[in-house]
């Protein structure tokens, strides 16, 4: 594991997923990994409930990790691979809430009969409980949480470890930060995460027949 991303999901993680992989920083692990790889919605939950996994085992494949569940263990992991950087997606944190809001909350009290997909909302539950008290409409609380978790990473991650990085500000501080080039000719990603996400739902209940 080279980079640990202790951003938020909502931040343009998907983007930045995308910029690594482009600057052979990848495989990046994101989120919507966790339904790519088998076994690894349980492992995840293993971790929520604190039993003991190996995380060579959940990054065996990969050199980079940004947004959640990863981000939610960022001290661990910064210190299971203390030759790694820190990378800290950040976003307003009013537009980061709209778009939290309307992606992770309504699957605060989804159901699913597809064992997968409860796995993955278990996880979710588990996100929404653990970090924000399961007070996904109270707006001002998790914006409080969003932006003392930002706070917390700048205090505790060196400088020379760690970089603050937002979307906006394109390749040149992300390639700086890693010693890579910018690549010529190459727009900087900026996927629509929040699309991906719901169009991954889509499919997987439509294709399973499940219904929340």
């Given at each position: 594991?080279?980079?640990?991303?202790a951003?938020?999901?909502?931040?343009?993680t998907?983007s930045?997923?995308?910029?690594?992989e482009?600057?052979g920083?990848?495989p990046c692990?994101h989120m919507?990994?966790?339904?790519?790889?088998p076994?690894?919605?349980?492992?995840w939950?293993?971790v929520?409930?604190?039993e003991?996994?190996?995380?060579a085992?959940?990054?065996a494949?990969?050199?980079s990790?940004?947004?959640w569940?990863?981000c939610?263990?960022?001290?661990?992991?910064?210190?299971?691979?203390?030759e790694?950087?820190?990378?800290?997606?950040?976003?307003?944190?009013?537009?980061?809430?709209?778009?939290?809001?309307?992606?992770?909350?309504?699957l605060?009290s989804?159901?699913?009969?597809?064992?997968e997909?409860?796995?993955?909302?278990?996880?979710?539950?588990?996100?929404?409980?653990?970090t924000?008290g399961?007070?996904?409409?109270?707006?001002?609380?998790?914006i409080a949480?969003?932006?003392?978790?930002?706070?917390?990473?700048?205090?505790s991650?060196?400088s020379?470890?760690?970089?603050v990085?937002?979307?906006r500000?394109?390749w040149?501080?992300?390639?700086?930060?890693?010693?890579r080039?910018?690549?010529p000719?190459?727009?900087?990603p900026?996927?629509?995460?929040?699309?991906?996400?719901?169009?991954?739902?889509?499919r997987?209940?439509?294709?399973?027949?499940?219904?929340r």
């Amino acid at each position: 594991m080279k980079i640990i991303g202790a951003g938020f999901g909502r931040t343009g993680t998907l983007s930045v997923k995308a910029a690594l992989e482009t600057l052979g920083l990848g495989p990046c692990y994101h989120m919507l990994t966790t339904f790519e790889e088998p076994g690894h919605l349980r492992l995840w939950n293993a971790v929520s409930r604190g039993e003991r996994v190996d995380w060579a085992e959940i990054f065996a494949r990969y050199r980079s990790t940004v947004d959640w569940p990863a981000c939610d263990h960022w001290e661990t992991l910064a210190k299971e691979y203390p030759e790694a950087k820190v990378l800290l997606t950040v976003r307003d944190s009013e537009r980061w809430y709209d778009s939290f809001r309307q992606t992770l909350a309504p699957l605060w009290s989804a159901e699913s009969a597809d064992p997968e997909l409860a796995e993955y909302l278990d996880l979710v539950r588990h996100i929404t409980a653990h970090t924000f008290g399961g007070r996904l409409d109270d707006r001002a609380h998790a914006i409080a949480v969003f932006e003392e978790h930002n706070r917390r990473v700048r205090a505790s991650i060196p400088s020379e470890r760690l970089l603050v990085f937002d979307v906006r500000e394109g390749w040149e501080p992300l390639c700086a930060f890693f010693g890579r080039p910018v690549p010529p000719d190459t727009p900087f990603p900026h996927l629509n995460d929040r699309a991906a996400f719901q169009e991954l739902l889509s499919r997987r209940l439509a294709h399973r027949g499940d219904s929340r």
